[in-house]
């Protein structure tokens, strides 16, 4: 069984980790993004695994690629394309943003990795119909996935993943909510590489590994209440544990996040219900990201709640350069933390961070202004 300290190994080196995996003949299926039905995949006793590509030279993908393309995209095409990904025995694209669904179909003529599919989810969650067409495209997945691999998922197995699933998503939340209280009990980087680690590792042997987590720290004293100043991560993917401890160099410590790799992804899924109106229902349940809509003013609303909710005193929207939907997105949200008083910046940055001591001025002048 891991410790923390080898998930956050794992986290380092996802591409080691999968490899061992498939020499002990698991079959491994990658995603980029959180709205992969990851339940309906490990329910098929398959392991699904989040790809987040390479932080090198991107340009082999570059040729294939529009160049509006973020650089997660470019570097996850440009890993399978060296053969970087060739444990994979499948790739799954959710409907979300216009950067996967270009991916989508240039991975379908450019790579071979066994199982491909598009899961083509609805966009407005609102209308009347947008439930019945969720359920029914993840019965179509379910379906395309026991055709693939010629197993069927039967009811009680879906069930056993939802349990899973919440069990982890539960544990993840009650460190966030630990860390909000004490940020210093566990440093933002940590939980950076363990939210990684939380969808890259046999998710069988999470729930131990995170039990023992919480337990050692509801054993710590909450340290003495201190200047840190309390901020919010507001963005897409973060693969950057290295911009915590910047920011606790700077002065302010990340209390809170709507990321798709922090809590966007940690809602729990209702048990006792047919398994797969559960999974589909938890996508309208869910915090939305721009690739999905809700209202205008839906995340806006959602952010600003939530910084009021923990004390956060200023928000950094961590934006991946060419992010078009999280740029569209930006202006609102900004806005909307303007009417709560809550002060934020914009951080742009690639797949690799700009140099540290760039960062960090810029850091300590936002968190010295708050
Ligand atoms: S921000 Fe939304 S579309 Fe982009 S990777 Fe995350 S969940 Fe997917
Ligand atoms: S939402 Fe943004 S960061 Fe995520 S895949 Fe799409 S363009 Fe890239």
Redesign the pocket.
């Known amino acids: 069984m891991e410790n923390i300290n080898d998930l956050i190994e794992i986290s380092r080196n996802p591409i080691a980790y999968a490899r061992t995996m498939k020499s002990s003949g698991r079959k491994i299926i990658g995603y ?4 992969m039905p990851e339940e309906i995949v490990h329910a098929a006793g398959l392991h699904p695994m989040r790809l987040f590509g390479t932080k090198g030279d991107t340009s082999p993908a570059d040729r294939h690629l529009q160049s509006y393309c973020c650089s ?1 995209v470019r570097g996850a095409l440009t890993e399978s394309m060296a053969g970087d990904l060739d444990f994979l025995d499948g790739t799954v694209f ?1 409907h ?2 216009d ?2 669904q270009r991916l989508s179909d240039i991975w379908r003529m450019n790579t071979d990795h066994g199982f491909f599919a598009d899961v083509v989810l609805p966009v407005k969650l609102t209308t009347p119909s947008a439930r019945q067409y969720m359920i029914e495209v993840m019965a179509r997945f379910k379906g395309d996935i026991e055709r693939h691999f010629g197993r069927p998922i039967t009811d009680d197995d879906l069930g056993r993943s939802i349990s899973l699933y919440n069990r982890i998503r539960s544990l993840l939340k009650e460190i966030y909510e630990m860390r909000s209280k004490a940020p210093s009990i566990f440093p933002g980087s940590e939980l950076c590489s363990l939210m990684k680690a939380s969808v890259t590792v046999d998710r069988n042997i999470l729930p131990e590994a995170l039990e023992g987590l919480v337990s050692e720290l509801r054993a710590k004293a909450p340290s003495p209440g201190s200047n840190v100043k309390r901020l919010m991560l507001v ?3 973060c693969d950057h544990p290295d911009i915590h401890s910047i920011i606790e160099r700077s002065g302010g410590s990340v209390v809170w996040d709507d ?3 922090g809590t ?2 940690l809602g729990a899924i209702e048990e006792g219900k047919d398994p797969l109106i559960a999974i589909a229902d938890r996508y309208f349940e869910r915090p939305i ?4 809509h809700k209202s205008p003013t839906a995340r806006g609303d959602h952010i600003t709640a939530q910084a009021k909710e923990h004390g956060v005193e200023g928000v950094i929207f961590l934006y991946l350069k060419f ?1 078009d ?2 740029s569209f997105d930006y202006p609102c949200i900004k806005e909307s933390l303007e009417k709560a008083h809550v002060p934020s910046m914009l951080l742009e940055i690639e797949d690799r961070l700009p140099p540290e001591g760039q960062l960090l001025t810029r850091l300590e002048t936002f968190i010295q202004m708050l």
């Open positions: 980029f993004c959180s709205y997660l959710p979300t943003c950067s996967i963005g897409s993917v990321l798709c790799t966007r992804h990201c721009p690739a999905k992010c939907p999280h």
